[in-house]
């Protein structure tokens, strides 16, 4: 069983850039959410996907942006990027059957570091 | 809103010695509880979770039991080892629809040999 990963791995950018992070979910699960976790901080919920349609949202502005394909790989894409933007990027799959809780699996992160 | 408030690091201790990280919560209903540890360089990964009240999460020698009264999911662990050494998250899942994790501001523990 191949466990969620993420590209890439790191990531510069520079301030008005457009940055797209990439996540595969878990075999047999539907569902993505997204984290951002700042510098000596705890990761913050951005949205989750599941079964392709974004259900729930975080306290994060527009240019955050996201999708979920058929396979149930993710997409977070950030426009004009700002320097508070420079972050660990987490992806989580897990299999939501609507009624109980199933456990979040998170990838290793992408670390986006904004100039 | 819901919220978690864990102690603030570092936390040093010599191995073998015995581990409390606290850990409270606010919110509404009656959320589960887990503790993650992010060790350097690496994701999350779930190390134990409670998901009612008097339920008592353990693993890999770490306990956490879900207090309702004192709204609180101390994480405990009688002798570490340098090996433990890492960032530990205390975190709720928010109710509803959403599968969302609300989570502390972790709280890092070295562990000298």
């Known amino acids: 069983e191949t466990g969620v990963t993420q590209s890439p791995t790191h990531l510069i950018k520079t301030r008005g850039q457009q940055v797209t992070l990439r996540c595969s979910s878990q075999?047999?699960?539907?569902?993505v959410s997204w984290y951002q976790q700042a510098l000596g901080q705890g990761p913050q919920f951005i949205f989750q996907?599941?079964?392709?349609?974004?259900?729930g949202r975080g306290n994060f502005p527009p240019r955050f942006s996201g999708l979920q394909f058929p396979n149930y790989s993710s997409e977070l894409n950030v426009n004009a990027l700002e320097l508070d933007d420079s972050a660990l990027y987490l992806c989580?799959?897990?299999?939501?059957?609507?009624?109980?809780?199933?456990?979040?699996?998170f990838g290793p992160g992408t670390r986006l570091t904004v100039l | 809103g819901d919220s978690v408030t864990q102690m603030e690091g570092p936390v040093t201790l010599s191995e073998e010695a015995f581990l409390t990280i606290n850990c409270t919560y606010t919110?509404?209903?009656?959320?589960?509880l887990f503790w993650y540890v992010q060790y350097p360089g690496e994701g999350l990964q779930l190390l134990l979770k409670?998901?009612?009240?008097?339920d008592k999460g353990s693993n890999k020698g770490f306990e956490a039991t879900y207090r309702k009264e004192t709204t609180s999911f101390h994480l405990e662990k009688g002798s570490v080892q340098v090996s433990d050494s890492a960032v530990y998250f205390c975190?709720?899942?928010?109710?509803?629809?959403?599968?969302?994790?609300?989570f502390g501001t972790g709280t890092l523990l070295a562990v000298q040999p």
């Open positions: 975190a709720l899942l928010h109710g509803g629809a959403t599968n969302k994790l609300i």
């Open positions: 989580a799959s897990s299999s939501m059957d609507g009624t109980s809780y199933n456990e979040q699996f």
């Open positions: 996907y599941y079964r392709e349609e974004e259900n």
């Open positions: 075999s047999g699960h539907n569902t």
């Open positions: 919110a509404t209903g009656y959320p589960s």
């Open positions: 409670a998901t009612k009240a008097d």
